[in-house]
């Protein structure tokens, strides 16, 4: 069974930096396409970014698209958000998210098969 849980949320200043880290746990990790999602009060639940089984493609949304960077390590099933030159509208919660091409789960609207349960990043101004 796939789990996923983020880490790394927290109070940070605009313009500031911050890392947000996801731990897979369950088989074979490298085959899943792994995302990254915010969702801010109020608002509908937004796509920030993906990053492939072999981290050959990722893909950001236009709005941190420069500032903000995922990368994984398939040796320690982990997935990271490295946030750069934030901005208050950066304030969310963010999901950790998953999906496999091999797996038989049923998606989502998302598209994703398994999801962490977030963490709360807040930048004030």
């Known amino acids: 069974q796939v789990q996923l849980e983020e880490s790394g949320g927290g109070l940070v200043q605009t313009g500031g930096s911050l890392r947000l880290s996801c731990a897979f746990s369950?088989?074979?990790?490298?085959?899943?396409?792994m995302a990254w999602f915010r969702q801010a009060p109020g608002q509908e639940r937004e796509f920030v970014g993906s990053?492939?089984?072999?981290?050959?493609?990722?893909n950001y949304a236009d709005s941190v698209k420069g500032r903000f960077t995922i990368s994984r390590d398939n040796a320690v099933n982990t997935v990271a958000l490295q946030m750069t030159s934030v901005k208050p509208e950066d304030t969310a919660v963010y999901y950790c998210?998953?999906?496999?091409?091999?797996?038989?789960?049923?998606?989502?609207?998302?598209?994703?098969?398994?999801w962490g349960t977030g963490t709360l990043v807040t930048v004030s101004s």
């Open positions: 998210a998953a999906h496999s091409p091999f797996s038989a789960v049923l998606r989502d609207m998302h598209g994703m098969q398994h």
């Open positions: 990053i492939s089984g072999s981290s050959d493609n990722t």
């Open positions: 369950g088989p074979r990790f490298s085959h899943y396409t």
